[in-house]
């Protein structure tokens, strides 16, 4: 049983946190990108964090926790910097719970200035089922000719053995000239959860989905396709007492979403954890 699960949390691994490790360098002079968008904020006694009033703490970044910044260059824009800032509430937070938000930034490389902001409250809100990864997607999401959307991935995970679960879920935003918004909210593009009894025996599922930009449109952006492919094992000891896995048939579904003109839209089934 062992082997199973950490193959396919390997797998989910692989996806979700790669990019996300390798894009801390983007930041830079981290200090002065937080400096610079959150003038009031002061920096801690050990230059590791700033502070705003009255209880918001913004920690630079954090090679081992998903809580610091993270920032990645926009290879469809590349004079421009994606970052990614926690907002965390230093007096509602502690090692097993987190209450924040996440502010997103699109900033000049070259001058460090601000151009567009969007503030994603309680993303960064977590208890028994953790976050573990916060990474940018900067996949080539062209919604229309002259308008580019990216992506935000967070991973996250609990820590049950018997119940185990990980879901990685993405988030859409469209830059149109000087505006930044959600077009896409919270799509579970991986999982892994199920039951079991610690050894072998027990019901397991895999998720993985992908997207792909179509050429229709609705509302003057292109429609997304999305391929989701849902596997599962019912592991067993066989006469022996050797663990073995019994897969069943792989199940794909295939959904075209359309842009509602404020967002696209998904089914239920699609839809990612709510953030406590």
Not at 91 to 118: A, M, T
Request: aromatic share 6%; with cysteine; proline share 6%.
């Amino acid at each position: 049983m062992r082997t199973l699960l950490s193959t396919i949390f390997l797998g989910l691994a692989a996806i979700s946190l790669s990019p996300a490790r390798a894009a801390v360098t983007d930041c830079g002079d981290a200090a002065a990108l937080v400096q610079q968008a959150y003038p009031k904020a002061r920096k801690s006694a050990d230059g590791a964090s700033f502070t705003l009033e009255p209880r918001t703490s913004i920690a630079l970044t954090l090679p081992d926790t998903p809580f610091g910044l993270v920032c990645k260059i926009w290879p469809a824009h590349d004079d421009l910097l994606l970052v990614a800032v926690p907002l965390i509430d230093r007096d509602q937070s502690r090692d097993d719970r987190h209450i924040g938000d996440i502010e997103l930034l699109v900033v000049d490389r070259n001058s460090l200035q601000v151009r567009q902001r969007l503030l994603q409250p309680e993303l960064m809100n977590d208890d028994a089922i953790a976050i573990r990864d916060i990474e940018f997607d900067t996949g080539r999401y062209e919604l229309a000719p002259k308008v580019t959307a990216f992506g935000l991935r967070i991973d996250m995970a609990n820590n049950s053995q018997p119940n185990p679960f990980r879901e990685t879920d993405l988030r859409l935003y469209a830059l149109d000239g000087d505006a930044l918004w959600t077009v896409l909210d919270g799509l579970a593009v991986a999982g892994f959860g199920g039951e079991g009894d610690t050894n072998c025996a027990g019901s397991f599922y895999s998720s993985q989905v992908s997207l792909a930009m179509s050429p229709a449109s609705h509302h003057g952006y292109h429609d997304i396709t999305v391929v989701e492919q849902m596997d599962t094992d019912q592991p067993s000891p066989d006469k022996n007492g050797e663990c073995q896995s019994h897969p069943g048939k792989a199940v794909k579904r295939t959904y075209r979403l359309r842009y509602d003109g404020s967002r696209y839209q998904f089914p239920a089934g699609l839809k990612a954890l709510e953030p406590d």
